[in-house]
């Protein structure tokens, strides 16, 4: 039940990271979207996990490793997402045209 | 587990080493390590298609010696092994032009450009050679983010306004594409508990699950491949890139996802993948031959005429998609089908990467690449010009040239399985690429009597030629005898 | 059940409110709580590995890259697009209702009961020495995307690093200026690390036959080491600093090494000797933490900045 209603819950958080991803015109926006968007299939994929529970654990190992996989790589790409945008920005800052 | 397939994981493994050295070993020294890398790419590379070639069957080699579903492998069949191939000599020969803009002299400081350069090349080699040979889904999911963040700073090595918002541009496509991939691969993985396309493969069920996964996975890899509608980030990332940059993204990059796309529909769910979809997918490669061969013809801009060939050709990959799924009990023009493709993919790769090359040799030279502006070019640059020509004979699809091989193949096929529209798309791309790689070489012809046809050799000019030749000679290999792309082929298991 | 609802509707209102928000640092105070709310969820999934991580990684670090850059773009309409028209925004929103439906319908009719490799797991976690059943797929049965992640790492500290301006090559990572000087910040900037340090060498050690491991433990020691960059205590070390890149790359080179090992002693890359899987992986387990943690630390801390 608990899977299922976070699935559920993945599922709209993904619609809503999508929207603002392909709605919203500004970087940093985009940006938290992206990570919005990223959080509901992580969360999808906690709902798979949690579903194959059992063999004593309380979820099936081997998606919840993915998952932390993941989370790590989808770090790296906010980083370097943030990094291109301040750059952008300071460019701006020291050539106003 | 195979004898051989300790090949493939050092082809991986070595350059995503070599990256990680690169760091401590600073711009001098990853020079270096690229260089020594490039010899053992190729011999692994060659050593992996002999082996597929003289057993018939895949390499495989099982990760710490779990079998999936649990542990990962490494599998290198026909596609991969010419994959592997194709990225080890586009490769080498970007990393051999690369020299003269990115080398760091003996005791020179170390610029900026130079420290990312080296690092960023290895990462795609891994990354492109990682994406052909390993067989789990997520696995391929890392491979696809390494491909992405180390094509994003290539991009915009240079540090321009416009070349950054390119790179930004990219980043968000590339990102949108991995998101929507990923869920995809959840989706899989609640459906059947394992992530190998290989355990995948005569399992998938014709049901929601399974649709809805496959339908996200393909719209995220299509962005990343630049199948037109989603083809936007391409041009503007390959205006302002180096040339070597443009080279191995137009050549590699945008491949290592559309074999995912093979991987995909014709390992995990062969007979499953409604005709009609494969029809959709064939009309968007279709409308992306003639729709981005009309703009490369508009194009003022050599480098982004170039860009929008890539555009272009990309579509041809596409038609194998109904194609393929057509045939089912057509053998004979399947296994020509899934040649063709490859091919396609291949002698693009080098016809590709010869004429980034070229245009950077000659935007370098007159100091600006206005197509208008190329009066002289053939007296200042002839063996460039002429690596231009050669490449476009290959991208036209004319005798006996590698991609005459791959059009030719494609266009049978598609007469054979009765699709004959697919052929008009053919030959009326093959008109249009005439077109413009025409308007190229006639401006380039020219000659305004002005300038004295001062040559200048510089020996990235041969490997200009080099790659256009083998673009052209591949059309001349038997390579349908050899068999080798067709082992392997997960559709084709019982 | 009723704790279930009330945190998946307390993501959902937040997750909307960000996307929704006018400023942006509204926005990143929200997905700021975004990410704790689901750190909640991960507990109620039964995933307290991927908890501790969402909490380190998911709030903390990225709030603090992203209030630092909404700090520094702040006042800059910065948009790369127009905004989409009222029918396109339509248009937008269907669509994304139409994916959503279709995960919705996936989800509820993914088979039952689930497939899961948890019994090959529980069959299979004996060779490896370990009892936290996902380090034992991190570090043995999937061990192969745990190296490339860290090599991933490693690239995006080389792509970061390759977005500095050229004549602020070979400085001091980070913006010029410290950003926060004095105040509280300071205070917690000189208590917490000693005691941060120790957490995190806790959970990296329980880490193998219990939740936690190297990527939270690197999550916490980045933050041990930004809080005083933060606060202007310590300055980073310049990027060309030989001593820096070794650090990063150390880990994933060593793990690459035991790998190769592997492959020549076993005759499979990421092998490990019969009875020596535990203290290998206990070995590599540490290297990548360290390496981890400081090309985490680079990342938000972020490429050198332009001399003001």
Redesign the interface.
């Known amino acids: 039940?608990?899977?299922?209603?976070?699935?559920?819950?993945?599922?709209?958080?993904?619609?809503?990271?999508?929207?603002?991803?392909?709605?919203?015109?500004?970087?940093?926006?985009?940006?938290?979207?992206?990570?919005?968007?990223?959080?509901?299939?992580?969360?999808?994929?906690?709902?798979?996990?949690?579903?194959?529970?059992?063999?004593?654990?309380?979820?099936?190992?081997?998606?919840?490793?993915?998952?932390?996989?993941?989370?790590?790589?989808?770090?790296?790409?906010?980083?370097?997402?943030?990094?291109?945008?301040?750059?952008?920005?300071?460019?701006?800052e020291?050539?106003p045209s | 587990m195979t004898a051989w397939g300790a090949l493939p994981m050092l082809a991986v493994m070595l350059p995503v080493l070599g990256m990680v050295l690169a760091l401590p070993a600073g711009a001098r020294g990853a020079e270096r390590i690229t260089l020594a890398l490039l010899p053992v790419g190729i011999a692994l590379a060659v050593g992996t298609a002999a082996a597929v070639q003289a057993s018939g069957a895949p390499v495989v080699h099982l990760l710490g010696h779990w079998a999936p579903p649990?542990g990962l492998s490494f599998r290198a069949d026909g596609l991969s092994a010419a994959m592997l191939l194709t990225a080890a000599l586009v490769v080498a020969a970007v990393a051999l032009f690369a020299r003269a803009g990115f080398g760091t002299a003996a005791g020179a400081p170390e610029t900026r450009a130079a420290f990312a350069f080296w690092p960023l090349l290895l990462a795609l080699w891994g990354a492109t050679n990682l994406v052909v040979v390993a067989t789990d889904l997520?696995t391929l999911?890392?491979a696809l983010?390494l491909l992405?963040?180390a094509a994003?700073?290539i991009v915009?090595l240079d540090g321009k306004?416009a070349t950054?918002?390119a790179?930004?541009r990219y980043?968000?496509f590339a990102?949108?594409g991995?998101?929507l991939y990923?869920?995809g691969?959840?989706?899989i993985?609640?459906a059947y508990?394992t992530l190998d396309f290989v355990l995948l493969a005569g399992k998938a069920r014709a049901e929601v699950p399974t649709y809805v996964a496959v339908a996200l996975m393909t719209a995220g890899l299509l962005a990343k491949t630049a199948l037109l509608p989603l083809h936007l980030w391409l041009p503007p990332a390959h205006a302002g890139a180096p040339p070597a940059a443009s080279a191995i993204l137009s050549a590699l990059v945008v491949k290592g996802s559309f074999v995912i796309l093979v991987r995909l529909w014709f390992g995990v769910m062969p007979g499953l993948a409604a005709p009609a979809a494969a029809q959709v997918l064939g009309a968007l490669g279709a409308a992306a031959i003639l729709l981005g061969s009309v703009a490369a013809l508009r194009q003022e801009r050599l480098k982004l005429l170039v860009a929008y060939s890539t555009v272009a050709q990309i579509g041809y990959l596409f038609l194998m998609f109904p194609l393929l799924v057509a045939a089912p009990g057509h053998e004979a023009f399947a296994a020509k089908t899934w040649t063709g493709g490859v091919l396609q993919a291949v002698s693009h790769a080098f016809a590709k990467a010869s004429m980034f090359l070229a245009a950077g040799l000659i935007a370098a030279r007159l100091g600006q690449d206005r197509i208008d502006g190329l009066a002289g070019a053939a007296r200042l640059l002839p063996v460039p010009v002429a690596a231009f020509g050669l490449a476009g004979l290959s991208l036209m699809g004319v005798p006996p040239s590698g991609g005459f091989a791959a059009k030719w193949m494609l266009l049978t096929s598609a007469i054979e399985a009765g699709q004959w529209w697919w052929a008009l798309v053919i030959l009326g791309g093959g008109l249009l690429t005439g077109s413009y790689v025409y308007r190229v070489m006639a401006a380039a012809l020219t000659g305004d009597g002005t300038q004295p046809a001062l040559r200048r050799p510089d020996k990235r000019e041969k490997i200009v030629l080099a790659l256009a030749l083998v673009s052209v000679v591949l059309g001349l290999l038997p390579l349908a005898a050899f068999g080798l792309v067709q082992v392997g082929r997960l559709d084709l298991a019982p | 059940?009723m704790a279930?609802?009330l945190i998946?509707a307390a993501?959902?209102g937040v997750?909307?409110a960000?996307?929704a928000?006018r400023g942006?640092f509204t926005?990143?105070a929200l997905?700021i709580a975004?990410?704790l709310l689901?750190s909640f969820?991960?507990v109620?999934?039964?995933?307290i590995?991927?908890a501790l991580?969402?909490a380190a990684?998911?709030a903390g670090?990225?709030g603090a890259?992203?209030l630092g850059?909404?700090s520094?773009?702040a006042g800059?309409?910065?948009?790369?697009?127009?905004?989409?028209g009222r029918a396109m925004?339509v248009a937008?929103?269907l669509?994304?209702?139409g994916?959503?439906a279709a995960?919705?319908a996936a989800?509820?009719l993914?088979p039952d009961p689930?497939?899961?490799?948890?019994?090959q797991?529980?069959?299979n976690i004996g060779a490896t020495g370990l009892g936290n059943?996902?380090a034992?797929?991190?570090m043995s049965?999937?061990g192969l995307?745990?190296l490339l992640?860290s090599a991933?790492?490693v690239l995006?500290v080389i792509?970061?690093w390759s977005?500095?301006?050229d004549d602020a090559w070979g400085g001091k990572p980070g913006p010029m200026q410290p950003v926060l000087a004095d105040g509280p910040l300071a205070l917690l900037a000189r208590l917490l690390p000693p005691l941060g340090i120790l957490v995190a060498v806790h959970v990296l050690w329980i880490g193998k036959d219990a939740p936690g491991g190297k990527?939270q433990a690197a999550a916490i020691l980045a933050a041990m080491w930004m809080l005083p960059w933060m606060a202007g205590r310590v300055v980073p070390p310049p990027i060309s600093a030989r001593w820096l890149r070794v650090a990063v790359a150390a880990g994933p080179a060593l793990f690459i090494a035991i790998g190769l090992a592997g492959w020549m002693t076993q005759g499979a890359f990421l092998a490990y000797p019969p009875g020596l899987a535990l203290p290998l992986i206990m070995v590599v387990e540490i290297a990548l933490t360290a390496s981890?943690a400081i090309a985490?630390a680079l990342?938000?801390i972020?490429?050198p900045?332009?001399r003001a």
Do not use: H, K
Not at chain 1, 4 to 26: D, M
Not at chain 3, 76 to 84: E, H, I, K, S, V
């Open positions: 039940m608990t899977a299922t209603v976070f699935g559920l819950v993945g599922a709209l958080l993904t619609g809503i990271g999508l929207f603002g991803l392909l709605a919203r015109p500004e970087p940093l926006l985009r940006i938290l979207a992206f990570n919005v968007l990223g959080g509901g299939i992580f969360l999808v994929f906690g709902a798979v996990a949690r579903r194959g529970a059992g063999a004593g654990f309380a979820g099936d190992p081997v998606p919840q490793a993915i998952i932390l996989t993941g989370i790590v790589v989808a770090f790296a790409a906010t980083t370097l997402a943030v990094a291109l945008l301040l750059r952008i920005a300071s460019d701006d020291s050539d | 649990l997520f999911y890392v983010e992405t963040f994003m700073p915009c306004r950054l918002e790179a930004l980043l968000m990102l949108l991995s998101v990923l869920l691969v959840a989706l993985y609640g508990g | 059940m279930d609802g998946a993501i959902l997750a909307l960000t996307i928000s942006t926005a990143v997905f975004y990410g689901l969820a991960w109620r999934l039964g995933a590995d991927i991580t969402e990684i998911g670090l990225s890259l992203l850059a909404a520094r773009v800059r309409g910065a948009a790369m697009d127009r905004r989409p925004t937008i929103a669509g994304c209702a994916v959503t995960l919705a989800i509820l993914l689930a497939p899961s490799l948890a019994p797991v529980a069959a059943p996902v034992a797929v991190l049965f999937r995307d745990t992640e991933v790492l995006a792509a970061a977005l500095a301006p990527f981890i985490l990342l938000v972020g490429p900045g332009r």
